[in-house]
């Protein structure tokens, strides 16, 4: 058998079934959740102090926030122990505008130790098409391997304009997270093309010399047999196709109702920029009422503004990853089918040389070949598998913790507004109740 493509460093999946693997949202996931009760009790508030009406600091003690657990929490299956020597980052967007085009480019930073790279620091400056060559051409060189998603060139759920602050955020974060997966990468961070995309100074250069040629895998997972019907997935690669339709409908029902949930908390914002200032005007005309009407004026302000960080938030980190995600079932189904043809090929070639009936035992040196392309290709892709799962595992985790700490702190501040309230009502019911002299 011919050596896979695989380097040893590269785990191994096994024969580890599929319906051994936790969910992201399952109940073994949840216990990782629980805090500790050891864990003191902080507030979840942040740094910034919040503002009562009354001009009194609130009380806003509760149990150690998500983002101070998730600190604690020991993530003991970060790079399953593997010595880095590869950190590349994306920052620094600028908007370039020319008589023929706008667009925006950013600053991709590498560090290395790697005997692959003449220098051990590069900074170079690359558009969103660059990146979308890049991935191409490790779909061309490395078929075999799950290739992460790209954020889509245009269409990004909530943003018009494409040049925004936020939708050039949005991206950046995104082509980030797309380049540290390469990196974290055993096979793809070797990829040649990635070494030119992160040190040349001139990519242009390289990607008008043509067309590279595909791999001899890429080949025969290209251009396999027409018309041959594959029999049947493996077990293992049947449920792990059921288990990316059944991920991505979750996902994308989550989405949906997200995107509807923020629509409306748009338009609950609409009413409270309205709603406040009616409390504030009332209480001009109001000599007894006036120091509570005005400091309802202000929770309200405070809610308000509570409320259009915790969209914020949701819109820039929490729907981008599930997207992301959504993607990425896009590109694992597309690495399935490549492993499908590989094996129609296969199929093909035995049964080819079955119907021939030649007299000799010795199977034809095509179909060994194309049996070693296979097994290769299982190898690399049931990897892989385990490398999304691990990731997924952690994202999920660090996302779903994200976003209950963020829900925590904007009833916290709301309650302590409301709650400032309460001292104003009890001195103007005081003092109509002191008797008259």
């Known amino acids: 058998m011919s050596a896979c493509s695989t380097p040893k460093s590269l785990p191994s999946s096994g024969q580890k079934s599929i319906h ?17 009760p050891e864990l003191p009790y902080t507030s979840s508030i942040g740094d910034k102090d919040l ?8 009380d806003t003690s509760s149990p150690a926030s998500s983002s101070s657990l998730l600190n ?9 122990g593997e010595m880095r020597d590869l950190f590349v980052s ?24 790697r005997a692959e790279f003449d220098l051990p620091e590069y900074s170079v400056r690359r558009r969103y098409q660059d990146f979308d060559w890049l991935r191409n051409k ?25 040049f925004s602050e936020e939708f050039v955020e949005t991206r950046r974060k995104a082509l980030d997270k797309f380049l540290k997966r390469i990196a974290d990468h055993p096979v793809l961070s070797f ?8 040190s040349a100074k001139d990519l242009n250069a390289h990607k008008k010399q043509g067309m590279a040629l595909l791999s001899k895998m890429g080949e025969s997972v290209k251009y396999v047999t027409g018309g041959y019907k594959l029999r049947s997935r493996p077990m293992e690669f049947a449920a792990m196709g059921d288990y990316l339709e059944t991920f991505a409908q979750k996902l994308g029902t989550i989405d949906r109702i997200a995107q509807r949930i923020i629509k409306e908390q748009a338009d609950y914002l609409v009413e409270l920029r309205e709603y406040g200032p009616i409390y504030s005007s009332w209480a001009s005309s109001e000599e007894q009422l006036g120091e509570p009407l ?44 490549k492993r499908d043809q590989v094996q129609a090929e296969y199929e093909a070639k035995l049964e080819a040389a079955a119907l021939r009936r030649e007299e000799r035992a010795v199977i034809p040196t095509d179909v060994e070949k194309c049996q070693d392309r296979l097994e290769c290709f299982n190898a690399d892709l049931k990897a892989d598998w385990d490398r999304w799962q691990n990731n997924k595992r952690q994202d999920f ?33 005081e003092t109509k109740e002191e008797p008259t002299s």
């Open 138 to 162: 490790l779909e061309e060189s490395q078929p075999t391997h799950l290739i992460p998603p790209l954020p889509e060139k245009f269409v990004v759920k909530g943003v018009v304009d494409r």
């Open 294 to 337: 005005e400091g309802v004026s202000a929770c309200i302000s405070n809610c308000y503004s509570t409320l259009e960080e915790l969209m914020d938030d949701v819109t820039e980190d929490f729907l981008p990853v599930l997207r992301e995600y959504v993607l990425y079932t896009e590109s694992m189904k597309n690495v399935l089918k």
């Open 20 to 36: 051994d693997i936790n969910h992201p949202l399952g109940i073994e996931e949840a216990a990782l959740l629980t805090p500790s």
């Open 72 to 80: 604690r929490l020991q993530l003991d299956d970060d790079l399953d």
């Open 397 to 429: 985790r660090q996302l779903l913790m994200g976003l209950a700490d963020k829900n925590i702190q904007y009833y916290e501040k709301c309650l302590a507004s409301w709650e400032s309230i309460i001292p104003l009502l009890q001195d103007k019911q």
């Open 90 to 113: 994306v920052d620094d967007p600028k908007k370039h505008v020319s008589t023929m085009e706008t667009y925006i480019s950013y600053r991709v930073n590498t560090k290395t130790t």
């Open 51 to 58: 503002s009562l009406p009354n001009g009194t600091p609130a």
């Open 191 to 198: 990829n040649e093309h990635f070494n030119v995309f992160l």
